[in-house]
Each structure stands twice: as C-alpha cells, then as structure tokens.
C-alpha cells in the first residue's frame, strides 16, 4: 500500500469512528444494497463515501433520537477530519424503539 493510499485508510477509519462516537448513532448504513461505502484495500466501510469534495456518511439512528441534532453533532464531529469536503449526511434507518417506548 502507498503512503497516499494508508493516508487515506486512516482518514477513512478516523471518520467512521468518529461518526459511530457520536450520541445517537447506532451505526454507519451502507443504502439500498450497500452501495454507499468507501473501497480499501481488502475492506470496505459501508456508510461511507469520500471523494475529493465531499464527505457523504450515512446512518442509522436511535429511535429517540433528535434526528437534526445528532445530524449537527456529525458535522461537528467529522469537520476536523474531512479537511475541506463538505460533510452530507443522510439518515437511512432508525433504530427500534425500547420496550418502554412501544404503544
């Protein structure tokens, strides 16, 4: 592996953990089909989408979560990380309710 591509690997890594960290996220969702992931070297990480401009995460979140705040909060989180790209995030699951939570 290049020393651009292991760079890139643990950019990659660094964002994806920095994204499940935040409160209310229950994982990175890779979309219909898993399409949306980012290709490493032997692995993918579904959920994840880096290209030159953009940083595209996408979601699955707590069924009590506020699903704006927790989009804000992975902005802020991945931000630092991403450089210039911008940061685009879709929720594309919700997780399921607490027994608690059921009607």
């Known amino acids: ?5 292991a ?8 964002i994806a953990a920095a994204a ?19 290709a490493l070297p032997g692995r993918r990480i579904p959920g994840l989408r880096i290209d030159a401009d953009t940083c595209a995460v996408h979601v699955a ?14 902005r ?3 931000l630092p990380l991403t450089g210039a790209r911008t940061v685009a995030v879709t929720v594309e699951d919700v997780g399921e309710p607490r027994d608690e939570d059921r009607t």
Do not use: K, N, Q, S
Not at 1 to 5: K, L, P, S
Not at 7 to 14: G, K
Not at 61 to 74: N, P, S
């Open 7 to 14: 760079d890139f690997a643990a950019t990659a890594d660094a």
């Open 20 to 38: 499940l960290a935040v409160p209310g996220v229950e994982g990175l969702h890779g979309g219909p089909g898993d399409a949306i992931a980012t």
């Open 61 to 74: 979140v707590a069924w009590d979560a506020d699903m704006r705040a927790t989009a804000e909060a992975l």
């Open 1 to 5: 592996m290049t020393a651009v591509a």
């Open 76 to 78: 802020a989180a991945l």
